[in-house]
């Protein structure tokens, strides 16, 4: 297990209301309520974020926006993808997420 596949299952075992799973083939954190909150794919996760918060998100240098696993060139709104040179900053994202797509 790389060391970025560690961060994220640690972040899923400590929030309380975070359930573990698979979407596509990949690692994911979903909400209470069952959506995708999280996805980690290609040590980086992709997130989904209110509109604020995805533009926030967006100036971490090196995040882009998020895109669809198999279909790179798809863009996906809402969604963005943080690279683990980020990693101190996704818990902080990941709940923001959960928040978000719990409602």
């Known amino acids: 297990m790389t060391i970025e596949e560690e961060l994220f299952h640690k972040i899923a075992n400590e929030l309380p209301n975070a359930i573990k799973g698979k979407i596509f083939g990949a690692l994911c954190i979903k909400a209470p309520n069952g959506k995708s909150a999280a996805i980690f794919w290609k040590e980086e996760i992709i997130i989904k974020l209110s509109p604020n ?13 998020g895109t669809h696993l198999y279909a ?27 928040r978000y797509v719990d409602k």
Do not use: N, Y
Not at 74 to 97: C, N, Q, Y
């Open 72 to 98: 790179p060139d798809r863009k996906m709104k809402s969604w963005v993808t943080v690279p683990f040179a980020h990693g101190d900053k996704w818990e902080d994202l990941i709940k923001k997420s959960i």
């Open 53 to 65: 918060d995805e533009k926030e998100a967006l100036k971490l240098p090196t995040s882009r926006q």
